[in-house]
């Protein structure tokens, strides 16, 4: 199973550096360290909610609700800047991580406690959030005037050469990996995914698991909310709308399966910045906006397409295994 997982990184790397020397082509500036650098700022948030993505599709579930909280958590902490704006920042970024993990319990509790298919969940709670962004705000915008400039300066300030918006992205990646890797509970997480009868007899709670990862993509969710609308210096109703769609896209790209208990943190970050790539390249190219999601549609579809085979073929190993024994 690591043996696959490796393959396929490398594999998306180099379908990614390829993608890159073809723009180089038609645009050398495109690869250089300060472009590319600018190309994964742009894509730290789609990184961040990818991961936390991740981490639900790990155990046979799925959260379409992350661009929705994004956009009440976005909302809720650029009215409270506007409202207190002596609120240090650093806690504006508690208060949004702890409201989108608030968010995330919700949806959690209704998988776990009512035994509601997470697709039905968070399409519910996607358009609650949405509806309830509306209730607060009036319909309103929070625009760049009614913000403190330390709320907008955040995402902007550089530390050690690189955006702060990056360094986010940068902790998230690092702390994703050590949950996977080095915590019970994310073994836990492919074990449900994975095989989730066996990981009863193995005395995980399967529901509490499942509920602890839409907690932690909630939370994620919510940093990238304070990201988003201190980055874009605006809060609107329809804020980062049909963006869940790109998150998902991120991770089947990445080879995570939708069928659970396979994915990578490498593997998510690098269909995050091919789609980066993509979004950010071929208008330099003068490729048009409909081609650009042609492409990304294609991209979307072959690695499907690749996962399932891959599988398939990991299946039919661990049977031939069996069969042996």
Same mark, same amino acid.
């Given at each position: 199973?690591? !043996?696959f997982? %490796? ?10 550096v ?14 250089s ?6 190309? %994964?700022?742009d ?11 991740? $981490?639900?599709?790990? /155990?046979?579930?799925?959260?379409? !609700? =992350? ?7 976005g =909302? @809720?902490?650029? =009215? ?12 504006l970024? +508690? ?8 968010l995330? @319990? #919700?949806?959690?509790l ?6 509601i298919?997470?697709? +039905?969940?968070?399409?519910?709670t996607? /358009?609650?959030? &949405?509806?309830? #962004?509306?209730?607060? !705000? ?8 009614e =913000? *403190? ?18 360094? %986010? ?13 080095? /915590?019970?509970?994310?073994r $836990? ?7 989730p009868? $066996? ?9 509490? /698991?499942r ?5 932690? *993509?909630?939370?994620l969710s919510?940093?990238a ?5 201190? &980055?874009y ?15 998902v896209?991120? @991770?089947?790209?990445?080879?995570? !399966? ?6 990578? +943190? ?5 269909? $995050?910045l091919?789609?980066g790539? #993509?979004?950010?390249?071929l208008? +330099?190219?003068n490729?048009?906006? %409909?081609?650009?999601?042609?492409i *990304?549609? *294609?991209?979307i ?8 085979r891959?599988?398939? &073929?990991?299946? &039919? #190993? ?8």
């Open positions: 199973m690591s !043996s997982k %490796f393959s396929r990184d490398v594999l998306l790397a180099f379908a990614l390829a993608l890159v020397a073809l723009v180089y082509t038609r645009f050398p500036e495109f690869a360290v300060k472009s590319l650098s600018g190309v %994964f700022n894509t730290s948030i789609l990184i961040i909610l990818a991961l936390g993505q991740m $981490a639900v599709i790990l /155990t046979r579930c799925i959260d379409l !609700s =992350m661009a929705s909280n994004l956009a009440l958590v =909302m @809720c902490t650029a =009215m409270l800047n506007a409202a207190i704006p002596a609120l240090p920042i650093p806690l970024v +508690v208060i949004a991580m702890l409201l989108g993990a608030l995330g @319990c #919700i949806n959690g209704l998988v776990w406690k009512l035994d298919p997470p697709i +039905v969940v968070t399409l519910g996607l /358009t609650i959030f &949405r509806g309830i #962004i509306f209730l607060i !705000s009036d319909g309103q915008w929070v625009n760049a005037h =913000m *403190s400039p330390a709320f907008k300066a955040l995402p902007r300030a550089h530390f050690l050469g690189l955006p702060v918006l990056s360094w %986010f992205a940068i902790v998230s990646i690092l702390g994703m990996f050590v949950l996977l890797t080095r /915590t019970a509970q994310g $836990a997480l492919y074990a449900v995914g994975g095989h009868n $066996a990981a009863v007899y193995t005395g995980i709670n399967v529901g509490r /698991t509920f602890n990862a839409f907690v932690l *993509s909630g939370a919510g940093v909310g304070y990201l988003w609308v201190s &980055r210096a605006v809060a609107y109703v329809d804020i980062a709308a049909g963006f869940e769609l790109d998150v896209a991120a @991770c089947v790209i990445g080879g995570i !399966s939708i069928a659970g208990g396979i994915g990578s +943190v490498a593997g998510a970050v690098l269909g $995050a091919f789609l790539v #993509i979004k950010n390249a208008p +330099v190219v490729i048009s906006p %409909f081609w650009q999601q042609a *990304s549609g *294609s991209a579809i072959i690695a499907v397409i690749f996962n399932a891959s599988e398939r &073929r990991v299946g &039919r #190993i661990i049977l031939k295994k069996a069969e042996q024994v």
